[in-house]
C-alpha cells in the first residue's frame, strides 16, 4: 500500500489545473449505458474510482476507450446484472442501477453495504424505483428492480438527511425512458446534477429545473449519443484553497468555477483565506492570522460534507473556538484522531466536532481512513512542522488525480513511497 511522505512547513506557491469533478463523472459514465449508441465525455479524472467505473460498464457489456481524459464508450449490447464484488466494493457504482432499469426494465445490483463515513442506505433510490412502477426485490445480497413498464409519477425523495444525490441522479436517469412525466421532488440541487440532467439532455432526454427541489423528466422513447465535458471538481478546488491557506501560501486555481464554492468560499474568508477572481483563475491565499469559525454540513447550496475533514484541518491552526457541525454523514469523524496524532485538540459531542485551534502541529505517521479525511490529513501534514508519512493513500487515489505531483509543483515536499 503506498503512502506519501510529507515534509512540513512550505508555503504552496503557483498554478494548479483543477480536473474534472469525480462525482459529475461517475454517474455520467453510468448514463451511457442509456443508449446503444456511442459517447464521448471529455475531462474524466484519471482516478481509481473513474478507472472501476469503467471496468463495471465493460463488465455490463459496454466497449471503452480511456485516454487522456477522454472516454469513448459504446454500450450497444448490455446485460442488467453486475458482477457482485465490482459493485460492492464502489459505493458510487449503484447509478448503474437506475439507467439498466431505463433500457433493459431490469436491474440486479449487490446492495452496497456501509461505509466508515455512515450507514448509507438506498432506501431512498428504490423509493423511485417504486413510484415509477418497479417491483423491488432484496435477495441474496443483492437488489433487483424490474418493471413491464415505467410510468411517471411524482416522487419525494428527501430523506432523513435532505435530498440524496445518486438517489436522483438514479431516478432521472430511469425516468428519463418512461412513459408521461415524472416529477421528483425535494431533489438534490448539487452542480454534480445539473451536469448530468445537462448530458442526458444532450443524449435527447427532456428534462427541466436540475439545480432546483423539483426536476420534472418527460420520459422519451429513445436516447442517442452525446459528448459532453465534465464540470471542474469542486472539492479539488476546496482542497487546494484550503491547502494554501494551511501553509500562508498562496495558489491560483485553472478551470475552478467558483459559483459552485460559495459556500467554502465564504467560509475561508471567515477565517482568515482570502479567496478572489483573477481573469479566469481563482487565487486564494492567506489573509492575516487565522481566526476560528463554525460550520454546520448541509446539502448544496450549503458547505459540502465533502470538504468538512480537509476544513478541520485549517481551522486546528486558527487560535479560539471552532464548531464543526456534520449533517450529512453520521460517522464522518475519522481524521480526529489521526489530527490529534499531529497535535490538534479536538473533541466530539454527538454530532460535532470541537477544535481548539492554534497549537503548532508537528509531523507523525498517521492513516488514511477514507477519501476526504486523507486529503485533510495532506493539508495537516503539509502545514505540520517536521515529516508526516500519510499511510494506506489508496482512499486519496480513489477521488484525487495526481495529487501529490500537482502539490509538488507547489513547491510542497511530497513524495509517494510505493510498497512493492
Ligand atoms: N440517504 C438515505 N437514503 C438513501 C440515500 C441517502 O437516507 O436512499 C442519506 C445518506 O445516508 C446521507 C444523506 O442521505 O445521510 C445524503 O446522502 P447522498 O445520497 O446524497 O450521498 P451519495 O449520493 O451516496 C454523494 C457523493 C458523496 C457525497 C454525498 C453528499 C458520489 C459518488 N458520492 O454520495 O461523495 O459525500 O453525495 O454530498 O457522488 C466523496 O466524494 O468523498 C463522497 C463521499
Not at 474510482?49 to 463488465?59: A, G, N, P, Q, Y
Not at 412513459?179 to 427532456?206: H, K, Q
Not at 473533541?347 to 481512513?369: D, F, H, N, Q, T
Not at 477514507?370 to 503539509?382: E, M, N, P
Amino acid at each position: 500500500m503506498d503512502s506519501f511522505l510529507i515534509k512540513g512547513g512550505v508555503p504552496l506557491h503557483g498554478e494548479v489545473t483543477i480536473s474534472g469533478s469525480k462525482n459529475a463523472a461517475l454517474p455520467i459514465m453510468a448514463a451511457t449505458l442509456l443508449t446503444d449508441e456511442p459517447c464521448v465525455i471529455r475531462r474524466v479524472p484519471d482516478l481509481s474510482d473513474t478507472r472501476f467505473m469503467v471496468k463495471i460498464l465493460e463488465s455490463l457489456g459496454a466497449t471503452a476507450r480511456f485516454a487522456d481524459g477522454t472516454l469513448t464508450i459504446r454500450a450497444k449490447k448490455i446485460r442488467g446484472y453486475a458482477d457482485y464484488e465490482l459493485v460492492r466494493k464502489m459505493r458510487g457504482s449503484i447509478c448503474i442501477a437506475g439507467p439498466l432499469l431505463a433500457r433493459l426494465k431490469q436491474a440486479r445490483v449487490s446492495l452496497p453495504g456501509g461505509c466508515i463515513i455512515g450507514a448509507r442506505p438506498i432506501n431512498l433510490h428504490l423509493k423511485g424505483f417504486a413510484a415509477l412502477g418497479a417491483k423491488i426485490e432484496i435477495a441474496g445480497g443483492y437488489v433487483e428492480a424490474s418493471a413491464k413498464r415505467l410510468i411517471g409519477a411524482s416522487v419525494f425523495l428527501g430523506g432523513r438527511a435532505g435530498p440524496t444525490v445518486l438517489g436522483t441522479a438514479n431516478v432521472m436517469m430511469a425516468a428519463t425512458l418512461g412513459e408521461g412525466v415524472t416529477i421528483i421532488e425535494s431533489a438534490a440541487c448539487e452542480p454534480e446534477v445539473v451536469d448530468l440532467a445537462n448530458f442526458l439532455n444532450a443524449m435527447g432526454a427532456r428534462i427541466t429545473g436540475a439545480g432546483s427541489p423539483t426536476i420534472t423528466i418527460t420520459g422519451v422513447a429513445k436516447l442517442h449519443g452525446a459528448e459532453h465535458e465534465v464540470i471542474a471538481d469542486r472539492i479539488e478546488a476546496a482542497t487546494f484553497l484550503i491547502a494554501a491557506g494551511a501553509t500562508n501560501g498562496e495558489v491560483t486555481l485553472k478551470g475552478a468555477r467558483p459559483e459552485h464554492l460559495r459556500a467554502v468560499i465564504d467560509k475561508l474568508n471567515e477565517a482568515g483565506v482570502a479567496v478572489e477572481r483573477r481573469g479566469a483563475n481563482l487565487v486564494g491565499r492567506r489573509k492575516g492570522k487565522l481566526k476560528s469559525a463554525d460550520i454546520t454540513t448541509l446539502p448544496y447550496a450549503g458547505f459540502p460534507t465533502d470538504v468538512q475533514a480537509q476544513m478541520m484541518s485549517l481551522l486546528t491552526l486558527a487560535p479560539g473556538i471552532s464548531i464543526i457541525t456534520e449533517r450529512i454523514f453520521e460517522a464522518r469523524f475519522m481524521h480526529v484522531s489521526e489530527l490529534a496524532r499531529l497535535g490538534a485538540d479536538i473533541e466530539i459531542e454527538g454530532p460535532s466536532a470541537i477544535v481548539k485551534g492554534g497549537r503548532p502541529l508537528s509531523g507523525a505517521p498517521v492513516m488514511a481512513s477514507d477519501l476526504r479525511a486523507s486529503a485533510a490529513l495532506v493539508i495537516a501534514g503539509l502545514a505540520a512542522k517536521g515529516a508526516t508519512q500519510v499511510n494506506r493513500i489508496y482512499h486519496l487515489d480513489r477521488g484525487y488525480e495526481r495529487m501529490d505531483l500537482k502539490l509538488q509543483k507547489l513547491g510542497a515536499r511530497i513524495e509517494r513511497i510505493e510498497e512493492k
